[in-house]
């Protein structure tokens, strides 16, 4: 019977790696499975979701950002159980399940691609922030100008703010200059002062005496 040679340093990594992720992935299941208990029925699905990753923000801090996308991913077909969800599969094939099933059965990818559809079934984004709805009316044209200029004037002396403020007007055609800059400029070109009714008498008086002493 042949000896199985043993593993290359390299190969021994790759294999640790993989089982990392794949434990990694299945852990992250397993607590957002326990976390679906927290999801409070009388929120609305985007409170609902964000009211448990809040709670859970610290633990998210320690173990990165692929677990809290995926905890996010999972927790939210938890929340849509009922939802119903189409994943492709081999030669165009579409598999329709719910979301449920979605959570418990399927990979990495497609399982994020079944929460993604669940998201834009009810409208929510992947940062889970309830949304404001505000009853005060639009604002016209004429209001959001003055608004946007009182804005510029408060920020007018921040060096960087005109710098970002010139290159936008640059783009749109337009050529900002400083008032000095443009004084400087008016002076240089600025036509010789007019002559004088006195001047000129002087001058007349001044000729008559010397064709005088002539």
């Known amino acids: 019977m042949a000896t199985k040679a043993l593993a290359s340093p390299v190969d021994t990594l790759i294999l640790a790696a993989g089982k990392a992720a794949g434990t990694m ?3 992250t299941l397993e607590a957002a499975n326990l976390a679906k208990a927290e999801l409070d029925g009388s929120k609305p699905l985007s409170a609902r979701i964000a009211a448990v990753m809040t709670a859970h923000a610290d633990a998210f801090k320690t173990a990165g950002h692929n677990v809290r996308a995926i905890f996010s991913d999972a ?3 938890h929340a849509c159980a009922g939802d119903q969800v189409e994943i492709k599969g081999p ?3 579409v598999q329709k399940m719910s979301a449920s099933k979605a959570v418990d059965t399927l990979a990495k990818n497609p399982m994020r691609e079944a929460a993604k559809q669940v998201r834009e079934i009810h409208g929510i984004g992947r940062k889970v922030t309830p949304k404001v709805v505000s009853s005060a009316p639009k604002a016209d044209a004429s209001t959001l100008q003055r608004e946007t200029l ?8 921040d060096v ?3 710098s970002k403020l010139t290159t936008l007007l640059e783009v749109a055609g337009f ?6 800059a443009t004084t400087r400029t008016t002076r240089a070109t600025r ?3 007019p002559i004088k009714l006195a001047d000129l008498m002087g001058q007349v008086v001044k000729g008559k005496a010397q064709s ?3």
């Open 191 to 193: 036509a010789p002062a």
């Open 25 to 27: 992935y299945s852990k």
């Open 212 to 214: 005088a002493s002539t």
């Open 91 to 93: 030669k165009d094939s």
């Open 160 to 162: 960087a703010f005109v």
């Open 175 to 180: 050529i900002l200059q400083a008032k000095t």
């Open 75 to 77: 927790l939210t077909l």
């Open 150 to 157: 009182a804005e510029v004037a408060e920020h007018i002396k």
